[in-house]
T-cell receptor, first 116, second 110 residues
Framework: GAVVSQHPSRVICKSGTSVKIECRSLDFQATTMFWYRQFPKQSLMLMATSNEGSKATYEQGVEKDKFLINHASLTLSTLTVTSAHPEDSSFYIC????????????FGPGTRLLVL | QKEVEQNSGPLSVPEGAIASLNCTYSDRVSQSFFWYRQYSGKSPELIMSIYSNGDKEDGRFTAQLNKASQYVSLLIRDSQPSDSATYLCAVGPGSYIPTFGRGTSLIVHP
């Protein structure tokens, strides 16, 4: 199947700092990428849908000024958590939509964020 | 509000048994149904997709769909300890933005 990478896999930061997470589709072009957040023992919660070259669409309750998403190319989307707080600590997972096969999303390995 | 319901479990089965995981959904116009496996601390990986009523088999896995009852299930035959994970059901109008259930935790004990 298609490969999606995320970097970093794990990050620890101080409260008030910003953290950038990269999501790359390695062997296919992704016109659309999705960003999810998952708290322990909870389901995946879609945060935003990122389309290449346009503004991201955020789900209700997700602050667009806090979670900045950039999808500058067909293989890269970034999520920046600005002024991170301990409650932002979570598992952030991206997924990418393969516009050739359009069968399903391919998930990245996830980034575990811990804000102290 | 589209809802996808799963029993959180844990479902515990002995090695070699059949594990049966169930999922119900609220949106009658749903067309695409997916089962993902998620190991602890890892991201989900797709196991099966099913789009029409009936059974779909892939190795030890069988997905069953009943749109009239708004019900989709996953059977795992000859369960192995390595199958121990959380299984997420996802339902959508397409695979574009499916709605995920909370997942069912499966434990296969030797």
């Amino acid at each position: 199947g298609a490969v999606v990478s995320q970097h970093p896999s794990r990050v620890i930061c101080k409260s008030g700092t910003s953290v950038k997470i990269e999501c790359r589709s390695l062997d296919f072009q992704a016109t659309t990428m999705f960003w999810y957040r998952q708290f322990p023992k909870q389901s995946l919660m879609l945060m935003a849908t990122s389309n290449e070259g346009s503004k991201a669409t955020y789900e209700q309750g997700v602050e667009k000024d806090k979670f900045l998403i950039n999808h500058a190319s067909l293989t890269l989307s970034t999520l920046t958590v600005t002024s991170a707080h301990p409650e932002d600590s979570s598992f952030y997972i991206c997924s990418a939509w393969d516009r050739v096969t359009q069968e399903t999303q391919y998930f990245g390995p996830g980034t575990r964020l811990l804000v102290l | 509000q589209k809802e996808v319901e799963q029993n959180s479990g844990p479902l515990s089965v002995p090695e070699g048994a059949i594990a049966s995981l169930n999922c119900t959904y609220s949106d009658r116009v749903s067309q695409s149904f997916f089962w993902y496996r998620q190991y602890s601390g890892k991201s989900p990986e797709l196991i099966m997709s099913i789009y029409s009523n009936g059974d779909k088999e892939d190795g030890r896995f069988t997905a069953q769909l009943n749109k009239a009852s708004q019900y989709v299930s996953l059977l795992i035959r000859d369960s192995q300890p390595s199958d121990s994970a959380t299984y997420l059901c996802a339902v959508g109008p397409g695979s574009y933005i499916p709605t995920f259930g909370r997942g069912t935790s499966l434990i296969v004990h030797p």
